[in-house]
């Protein structure tokens, strides 16, 4: 088999402007967090259209920073024992800072074609000690994010937004990741753009902004914006330089890492292009298959990665097709995290579901994922086609 034919989850999208940065950065000589984090911070809240971006080390991170300023800002913060309405498919990060601040989590079942959360379950999930509603966008697909948020505003709900999965979507002319209060990206190896790991926390709150960017970094106040709400102009810097006033993290990017960014976000519109024209084709070729269920677009997708779920009906054994996939160096992966009750975390957890997650099981029992990437690889697409062929025909 051609070596060029291996179809991979996720591959280097780096060219000769990454690696120019990365020498930039290491010439200046300052490589802990400084200028090129701000100023990738600036070009990516631009760019997404929100006021405030606080870069941090992962996607995972900005999840955390972002429940964790919501305990500690002036109007209505959350406290522990407050109940959140969830999908039940998503990444386990998703969920970890909810049960780390005791927060109960309410599960509701996702819709087979979208693999986003099912909205016509919001109001039996609804409690009176409801306070948030998290919407995750799975797999480049925007959520109802619409239905979603004016739930959220009836009934005076913090609107979370995962878009660790979805950057560059959009939903009625609106970026991915806008919608919510708060909303979370992703820049790791395998997403949309590349930085290694990395992640991005933005707001449009002033005084969320100024609370992520003390967590991100131990809990001080050394880099908070000059005018803010929580402290008075510096008067003493020596003592400023070490004053704490939240009980932080250490989760700070690296220059390096922001560097990186810039480059790739220029990059962006035209790999969602690219990637886009590949599940044009991915859907052409499967959207009328027997076998599986794909996944529907909702809006205008970033896809990096072509979802399939055997139908039930279906005589394709999931795991003899992962044994020919194997063979024929075709790597796949569970739909995200699949059904988080499922695994064992879940006993952490101070939870309930809504329902009975039919959807949610069926796709971590009979789904999996291929790899989208930014380069043409119909090729490859074909060859995924001819592998199922073989099995089915």
């Known amino acids: 088999m051609s070596e060029h034919l291996n179809y991979e989850l996720a591959i280097d999208t780096w060219g000769d ?31 997404f259209g929100r006021k405030h971006a606080v870069m941090v080390n992962s996607g995972s991170s900005a999840n955390l920073i972002g429940v964790a300023s919501l305990f500690f800002r002036s109007d209505k913060p959350l406290k522990r024992g407050d109940e959140v309405i ?8 998703t969920y970890s800072p909810l049960q780390q601040y005791g927060l109960k989590v309410k599960f509701v079942d996702v819709e087979l074609e979208s693999l986003n959360m099912d909205v016509r379950q919001l109001d039996q999930a609804l409690s009176n000690k409801t306070r948030m509603i998290i919407g995750v966008n799975i797999l480049g ?6 239905v979603i948020k004016e739930f959220a505003n009836k009934n005076d709900l913090i609107f979370f937004e995962d ?3 979805s950057m560059d979507a959009e939903l009625n002319g609106v970026k991915t990741g806008s919608y919510g209060h708060i909303g979370t990206f992703s820049t790791f190896f395998s997403h949309h753009i590349s930085t290694v790991e990395g992640g991005m926390f933005c707001t449009d709150c002033d005084e ?13 106040t050394r880099d908070l914006p000059e005018n803010n709400s929580l402290v008075l102009p510096k008067k003493d810097s020596f003592n400023e330089e070490y004053r704490f006033i939240f009980p932080g993290y250490n989760v ?22 690219v990637r886009r024209k590949n599940h044009q084709y991915f859907q052409d070729i499967f959207s009328n298959s027997d076998h599986f ?10 896809s990096f990665s072509f979802s399939m779920i055997i139908s039930p009906s279906s005589s ?19 739909i995200t995290g699949g059904c988080f009750p499922r695994h064992d975390a879940i006993r952490y957890f101070d939870y309930e579901i809504v329902g009975k997650l039919e959807n949610s099981n069926l796709a971590h029992d009979r789904g999996f994922f291929v790899g989208n990437q930014p380069f043409d690889i119909r090729d490859k697409i074909d060859r995924l086609r001819s592998v199922i062929n073989k099995l089915v025909l």
């Open 17 to 47: 402007e990454e690696r120019e940065a990365i020498k930039g950065v290491i010439d200046s000589g300052q490589f802990t967090m400084g200028s090129k984090v701000t100023e990738f911070e600036s070009y990516f809240a631009e760019y």
């Open 86 to 93: 969830v999908p039940a498919i998503s990444w386990s990060t």
């Open 141 to 146: 697909n925007p959520a109802k994010l619409d």
């Open 163 to 165: 878009n660790c999965e």
């Open 208 to 220: 969320l902004n100024t609370i992520a960017r003390s967590i991100r970094a131990h809990g001080w």
């Open 252 to 273: 700070r990017p690296q220059e390096l890492n922001a560097a990186i960014g810039i480059v790739q976000l220029r990059k962006l519109p035209d790999m969602t292009k």
């Open 293 to 302: 269920v794909i996944q529907k677009e909702n809006g205008i997708s970033s």
């Open 316 to 334: 394709i054994d999931r795991n003899k097709l992962f044994k020919v996939f194997n063979e024929e160096r075709i790597k796949f992966r569970m």
